[in-house]
């Protein structure tokens, strides 16, 4: 998917290019200042509220100006353009047990929210094995930690993001995330972080002082 942005001073010519840009590449042109002149003129509530800062001489909020735009990609995609895909997988748990539940049996719960549409992303990729070339320990501390008092996805993430050479992230672009969550890990256990670089693809893995795996990730590059 190919992306273009243009910045520049106003009447330097960005809106020409772009269009021009767009009828070369068979892109969707969007205009942020057409945007946010069109929510003023209809006098919606997030035209009111960026009026208010441009006549105030102020710089508007950039939630305001991506809700904006999202309003109006919604509203103006004639051309069937896909924005995003995404998957996920969910389960149900049970707290006392600490294990996952059968959505048959809370099936009361679901009722009518399930389709059998296939999904318009590729399944999830399962990691089978790393070999680790570099590793790191890191102690598991509150700020590690959910509402289930182990260690938070995110947090998970967090740590093999943090084993890449800034320099390997500042030249190359993420194509795909795929991440594996195989055991649960808690406050103060100190786990061993492991990455290896395959080609354009960086492996994880991501071990409790028990020995057990908590997780293995991919990232693929490009």
Known sequence: MLNIILFGAPG??????AQRLAEHYDL????TGEVIRSEIKRGTELGKSMEGYISRGELAP???VVEMVRDYMRSHNDKGCIFGRAVSQWCVIDFEKRMPV?????????EGK??????????PRKVLGVAP?????????YSDIDFNRHVNTMRYIVMMIDMLPIEYMEQNRSLRLD?????????GQVLTVGYEQRDNVSLFEIKSDDGAVACRASIEWR
């Open 12 to 17: 330097c010519g960005k809106g020409t290019q």
């Open 28 to 31: 969707y042109h969007i205009s």
């Open 62 to 64: 950039d939630s305001i």
């Open 102 to 110: 059968s959505l048959e049996e809370v099936d009361s719960l679901f």
């Open 114 to 123: 399930f389709c059998d549409a296939p999904s318009p992303c590729d399944p």
């Open 133 to 141: 070339q570099q590793t790191i320990e890191h102690k598991v501390v």
């Open 179 to 187: 991440v594996h969550f195989m055991h649960e890990c808690r406050l």
